[in-house]
């Protein structure tokens, strides 16, 4: 059991590295300067300067990715652009209303999940009644396809067994 956890340990490891590769290239990716859309209209440029130099815009990738990560792994978020709010209130108020949106799916959840259940023993239960029947009229076209040649199958078994070689009679005409 140890080997196994060790091991989903050390998986985790190279995926949490893509992930987080992902997600600080995500600023990157979208069009425009990651600024441009703090920074006012009519900047100039020395406020511009400014601005990248405090937030580290100004050092190379590899370089802006190893402080953002390890600013990550000690709990240190930085500032939010957009809002100038510590990221970690911001993810935190996102939490809660998952939370809250939580704790009234799950109960709905499961009653669904527990009727259908019911449902479903109900009809293994009654297999081949007519309340069964009632209950299972939609099936899927695949059930419905394979229940259609299986009864092809059969039928063209007993033609053969009557001695019909070509299938032509019908099944009601034996």
Not at 5 to 21: D, K, N, Q, T
Not at 52 to 67: C, M
Not at 112 to 123: F, S
Request: hydrophobic share 45%.
């Amino acid at each position: 059991m140890g080997k196994y956890i060790l091991r989903r340990i050390l998986y985790a490891i190279p995926i949490a590295f893509g992930v987080s590769v992902v997600c600080f290239s995500l600023v990157y990716i979208a069009p425009g300067d990651p600024l441009q859309t703090v920074m006012p209209a009519d900047a100039t440029a020395e406020t511009i300067a400014i601005v990248k130099h405090a937030y580290g815009f100004d050092k190379p990738l590899p370089l802006q990715f190893a402080i953002w990560l390890g600013r990550v792994l000690t709990g240190d978020f930085g500032m939010s652009i957009a809002t100038r709010r510590p990221v970690i209130l911001e993810v935190s108020e996102a939490l809660a209303n998952t939370a809250l949106l939580a704790m009234f799916a799950v109960p709905v959840a499961f009653f669904v999940g527990y009727t259908m259940r019911r449902r479903g023993l109900l009809c293994g239960a009654l297999d081949r009644s007519r309340r069964d029947r009632g209950r299972s009229r939609w099936r899927e076209p695949a059930q419905l396809l394979a229940r259609y040649r299986a009864c092809h199958l059969v039928r063209g078994r007993i033609h053969a067994a009557a001695g019909h070689r070509d299938g032509t009679k019908r099944f009601h005409e034996l």
